[in-house]
């Protein structure tokens, strides 16, 4: 019973069968850039570069950076506007020939770290943030996903917070590690003023470099580095897809269960 992932990015396609009772790739990853513009069609036949590397898959979980609902993806901050209301699962089921299930980037990164990385063994409120071109949030309470929760899009100093905070605005605005690291505390305060997660657990590719920025952040709630790093959003995929066995509106996975299995 072979799962495949595939994490959909900004820059990347990337996908690998997973051990999805160990949370570890079976197989190199295989990556085709995104396509630009990152319209339906062509997402759909960068998916199915990747998916066709891989013998023998029965199922197929992947990953969209927006807002997913029974399979049909309802935002679209930083891909194509074509995706707004698109019906994705059935889409690329139809491409692939094989069950598929959709689910929110940051919700796949956010299980599979609660699964067997970061948050492992942590029961209560569990937050994962990703740091990337946007702001991701993922949200586990003892280690089931409330999933689509959005909260890169909370407001910050009048502006989306993600436009101010993310990755993508450190690196275009070229500000210093001390700037960035003063917006990422605003925003960490505004959300455990919200939430009071028990722990953050930080992702995105600049969580690589926590030790720049980790000590010039002051909050109150405990925060670690996401461990899973580059294969966080393939695993998490694939353990969600094998949790809905084909149902496209079972995306509230239990990562713990997943841990435990
Ligand atoms: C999207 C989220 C996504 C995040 C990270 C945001 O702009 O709205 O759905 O998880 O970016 O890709």
Redesign the pocket.
């Known amino acids: 019973m072979a799962t495949l992932g595939i994490d959909i990015g900004g820059s990347g396609v990337k996908g690998a069968p997973v051990d999805t009772a160990r949370g570890e790739l079976l197989a190199e990853r295989y990556r085709v850039p995104t396509p630009q513009p990152s319209d339906v069609t062509s997402v759909v036949e960068a998916v199915a570069e990747v998916a066709t590397q891989f013998d023998g898959v029965d199922r197929v979980g992947i990953t969209f ?3 997913v609902v029974d399979g049909v993806t309802r ?1 679209a ?2 891909v194509d506007k074509s995706w707004l209301d698109a019906p994705a699962a059935k889409l690329f089921a139809e491409r692939l020939g094989k069950p598929v299930t959709v689910l ?3 919700d796949a990164a956010g299980v599979a770290e609660v699964a067997f990385g970061a948050g492992h063994d942590q029961r209560g409120l569990i937050m994962m943030l ?1 740091f ?6 993922a949200l586990f309470l003892d280690g089931v996903l409330i999933p689509n929760t ?1 909260l ?2 909370l407001e910050l100093d009048g502006k989306d917070a ?1 436009l101010r905070a993310s990755d993508r605005a450190r690196e275009a605005e070229e500000m210093s590690w001390e700037k960035w690291a003063g917006r990422v505390e605003d925003y960490l305060r505004h959300v455990e003023m919200l939430f009071s997660p028990r722990l953050f657990i930080i992702g995105g590719g600049v969580s690589k470099k926590s030790d720049k920025f980790f000590p010039l952040i002051d909050i109150r709630t405990p925060m670690v580095p996401a461990t899973l790093l580059n294969n966080a959003g393939i695993v998490g995929a694939a353990v969600t897809a094998e949790q809905a066995e084909g149902d496209p509106g079972a995306i509230q996975t239990d990562a713990a269960a997943a841990a435990r299995a």
Do not use: K, L
């Open positions: 950076p927006g807002v935002t901050a930083n929110n980037d940051a990703t990337g071109t946007g702001i991701g949030s959005e890169g899009h993600e």
